[in-house]
T-cell receptor, first 110, second 115 residues
Framework: GQSLEQPSEVTAVEGAIVQINCTYQ??????LSWYQQHDGGAPTFLSY????GLEETGRFSSFLSRSDSYGYLLLQELQMKDSASYFC???????????FGGGTRLMVKP | ETGVTQSPTHLIKTRGQQVTLRCSSQ?????VSWYQQALGQGPQFIFQ???????GRGNFPPRFSGLQFPNYSSELNVNALELDDSALYLC??????????????FGPGTRLTVT
């Protein structure tokens, strides 16, 4: 089966940098995605890593190590609006059917 | 470009009843996936449809079924509702063949409460 582990909660202050880790166990791994979900909202796509290394998109970066079955999402210059839940998700076949982690609730404080 | 829409927004049903949830995919997207999200948890994959055929299924019983129509809209049907079916049901569409890594565009969800 598939399983993903990520911290349940992280707190940081405005302007800081925060890293949300994700470890996974899965068969037929294709890649790791990250989604953001505000309370009452729909998940929105942030990034996808299929190969080892760092992908940067503005203030957000995502890293993958396939050999370690590990990835992280890095959020820089935190803003209050970044307070949300962040989910890592594994694509475990070519059809992009996602298995999500339990989510990390990020609270950004002034 | 119209995003993913779902109806209804909220629904209250009684245990044992049947429910149909609807999803209109984003323009140009031929792949639709359905997820169940319990409160405080991550979405769980139910199934995916690609060009009107079921393309994959998660660990859900057969009383969860679906359809995709020629315009790529989709329905999720749940029979014999149980209390544990109370959740947010999310529909997500993706372009082309649903290739791994394609961004999935989620709808706002249908909040189902089973009493």
């Amino acid at each position: 089966g598939q399983s993903l582990e990520q911290p349940s909660e992280v707190t940081a202050v405005e302007g800081a940098i925060v890293q949300i880790n994700c470890t996974y166990q899965t068969s037929g791994f294709y890649g790791l995605s990250w989604y953001q979900q505000h309370d009452g909202g729909a998940p929105t796509f942030l990034s996808y890593n299929a190969l080892d290394g760092l992908e940067e998109t503005g203030r957000f970066s995502s890293f993958l190590s396939r050999s370690d079955s590990y990835g992280y999402l890095l959020l820089q210059e935190l803003q209050m609006k970044d307070s949300a839940s962040y989910f890592c998700a594994v694509s475990h076949n070519a059809g992009n059917m996602l298995t999500f982690g339990g989510g990390t609730r990020l609270m950004v404080k002034p | 470009e119209t995003g993913v829409t779902q109806s209804p927004t909220h629904l209250i049903k009684t245990r044992g009843q049947q429910v149909t949830l609807r999803c209109s995919s984003q323009s140009g997207h031929n792949t639709v996936s359905w997820y169940q999200q319990a409160l405080g948890q991550g979405p769980q994959f139910i199934f995916q449809y690609y060009r009107e055929e079921e393309n994959g299924r998660g660990n859900f019983p057969p009383r969860f079924s679906g359809l995709q129509f020629p315009n790529y809209s989709s329905e999720l049907n749940v029979n014999a509702l149980e209390l544990d079916d109370s959740a947010l049901y999310l529909c997500a569409s993706s372009p082309t063949s649903g290739r791994a890594g394609n961004e999935q565009y989620f709808g706002p969800g249908t909040r189902l409460t089973v009493t």
